[in-house]
């Protein structure tokens, strides 16, 4: 296989002891290894810094073989991949956009049989390793398309996942459902054919309302980690053309509560009270905000907003588990000249000023413990010091 003397334990040191130098600088070493280059040397170093953070379970291998960036930055991080594997049933299942496998290696967990499908040569190659060297055994391994495994395969399976390539052949990001590949508009009645349930990773930038027109969708959900909105996985169902799926509202890596409803149910209510700030904000997570349940959210919970168009919502009540940031107000009108501090986080919400021109005004630093929220409600401008709760 390609890229299999990168598992000499010379190499190997070589790797670890390079793990924070200069990538730039490096590449234009000569690699001090025959028949490895330094573009090799560098591709492992920067998967190896990558793992560290979005797949740990891969760091401390010093077997694994990683590919190029581009695969890399595609995979799912270890925290999404675990949260699939929660909501997956079944003993057999497959990946269809197999990829360097992250995906498959947490969904394979406890099934009788998995399958991982994927036509990139050099990339099944190094996944193949991967997979011998975690000791993965349920896993077969398909070297071909999805649309190859879905002509030879036969009905049985209990679940389908698939991340189509949102880039063309010219490596251009696509967003529309009609422009992936493999084409799930192509090929969504056989998916269904072989699988109870089918699972489809797309871009979080994707538009739900069209989603839910063009797809038969029994379930989405909008994925963030640390309040960053990372995965939209959308579970057809052949007979769910009801234009009311469910939509599950999840932030991983925080302990705020997943929030769930039927995408109709933001219609059945009325806007949340205005208000000005009372003593506490709050801020929905990201994938609530991708949801679009801004009236379902405040009548849910009870809360005021402070505008229609600014979605942060006030209370003089501090409630538990909130899907969001909760802050305590401190002042409404801040004044430097009032704070020995001059480091602060700073948000704005619909605020003439970013946050670099706000820091240069009111010459700040940004850090430390209390927060400045600058924004616009009802066409009056707020500077508020707060805390997190």
Do not use: W
Not at 10 to 29: A, W
Not at 246 to 253: V, W
């Amino acid at each position: 296989m390609e890229g299999i003397n990168l598992l000499d334990k010379k190499v190997q040191e070589y790797i670890n002891e390079h793990i924070n130098t200069d990538l730039v600088e490096l590449r234009m070493k000569k690699s001090p290894f025959e028949n490895i280059s330094s573009l090799q040397l560098v591709q492992q170093i920067q998967g190896k810094r990558i793992a560290q953070k979005k797949f740990p379970i891969l760091y401390n291998n010093h077997q694994i073989i990683y590919p190029p960036h581009l695969n890399l930055e595609q995979a799912s991080s270890q925290s999404t991949a675990l949260f699939k594997q929660k909501i997956f049933e079944g003993k057999i299942g497959a990946d269809l956009t197999g990829g360097m496998g992250i995906d498959t290696l947490f969904l394979s967990e406890n099934r009788d049989k998995f399958y991982y499908v994927e036509p990139n040569l050099n990339l099944f190659n190094i996944t193949k390793h991967n997979f011998k060297v975690l000791k993965k055994d349920n896993i077969v391994l398909e070297n071909c398309s999805a649309e190859e495994f879905i002509s030879k395969q036969k009905p049985g399976l209990d679940f389908i996942f698939m991340d189509p390539s949102r880039r063309d052949e010219n490596k251009n990001k696509k967003i529309l459902i009609e422009d992936l590949c493999p084409n799930v508009m192509e090929i969504k009645e056989q998916l269904c054919k072989l699988a109870p349930c089918v699972y489809i990773k797309l871009s979080p930038l994707l538009d739900l309302k069209r989603s839910i027109e063009l797809l038969p969708i029994q379930k989405i959900y909008i994925i963030s980690v640390k309040n960053e909105v990372k995965e939209l996985i959308l579970k057809l169902h052949i007979n769910s053309y009801s234009n009311n799926p469910e939509i599950h509202c999840i932030n991983l890596e925080s302990n705020q509560p997943i929030f769930n409803f039927n995408y109709n149910e933001e219609n059945r209510y009325l806007c949340s009270k205005l208000s000005v700030p009372k003593k506490y904000l709050y801020m929905p997570n990201a994938s609530i905000l991708k949801s679009g349940a801004f009236k379902l959210l405040g009548n849910s919970y009870q809360l005021d907003k402070l505008d229609n168009n600014t979605h942060i919502y006030t209370s003089d009540i501090k409630l538990e588990n909130f899907p969001g940031r909760i802050f305590r107000i401190i002042d409404l009108n801040f004044q430097p000249n009032k704070y020995d501090e001059k480091k602060f986080n700073i948000i704005t919400k619909n605020y003439p000023l970013n946050i670099d021109e706000i820091k240069k005004k009111y010459k700040l630093l940004e850090g430390g413990n209390l927060y400045l929220i600058f924004l616009k409600a009802k066409n009056k401008t707020y500077k508020i010091v707060c805390s997190l709760v």
